[in-house]
């Protein structure tokens, strides 16, 4: 039961901290503007992360939900699509360490537009989050956005004080472009077993 619990809770930790590496960068340049111009609040960076990421979790819930009519081994399709999301990714990431192009994080200056970025960085993940939400159980479902709720908060701590390290901003920015595609191809392998399609098709 406990290491069942422990499981969770890890792959939970994981499918977040995978899924917004990126909103980690967006969060430490959210908080450089605080500072230096005053918008946004401090207040409307931890709200518009929390609404944002709470409209993913609502809208993947849904989806979830809508897909209780399809059998659990076929719902292990969708398995594929973050497998897919992974490989682009991957593929981006290649071209733009050869170009040297990062893509800069977007930047907000209320809480609207905090929720409008939030949501919009992370509209990936409700492709990754909706599969992984029908697997799962009422108890594993209420534990991951738990596990959501607190990974919020600690990304938000974690940008505030980000500020004061920038060759850690550097790495983060520098390392998040192949950490976010090996996430992604993890968490659909990890759809795939969990569904019991990859087990029958082996």
């Not at 071209?95 to 893509?103: I, M, Q």
């Not at 990304?155 to 004061?164: M, P, Q, R, Y």
């Amino acid at each position: 039961m406990m290491d069942a619990i422990a499981g969770t809770i890890a792959t939970a930790a994981g499918m977040f901290a995978g899924t917004n590496i990126d909103d980690a960068v967006v969060l430490t340049v959210l908080n450089i503007s605080a500072r230096s111009t005053g918008a946004p609040k401090r207040w409307e960076i931890w709200a518009g992360q929390y609404i944002g990421i709470g409209l993913m979790v609502v809208v993947s819930g849904i989806a979830a939900l809508g897909l209780s009519l399809v059998p659990l081994e076929w719902v292990g399709l969708l398995g594929l699509v973050p497998i897919a999301l992974g490989v682009r990714m991957l593929i981006k990431a290649i071209r733009a360490h050869r170009d040297g192009d990062p893509s800069p994080p977007a930047v907000a200056t209320g809480l609207m537009s905090v929720i409008g970025v939030t949501f919009a960085n992370g509209g990936d993940n409700i492709s990754i989050y909706t599969p992984a939400f029908r697997i799962m159980g009422p108890r594993d479902a209420t534990l991951t956005v738990a596990v959501f709720a607190v990974g919020t908060a600690v990304w938000c701590l974690a940008g505030f004080l980000l500020i004061s390290h920038k060759r850690l901003v550097q790495v983060l920015v520098r390392f998040g472009r192949w950490i976010v595609p090996a996430v992604f191809l993890g968490l659909g392998l990890y759809i795939l077993h969990r569904s019991g399609l990859l087990d029958k098709v082996l």
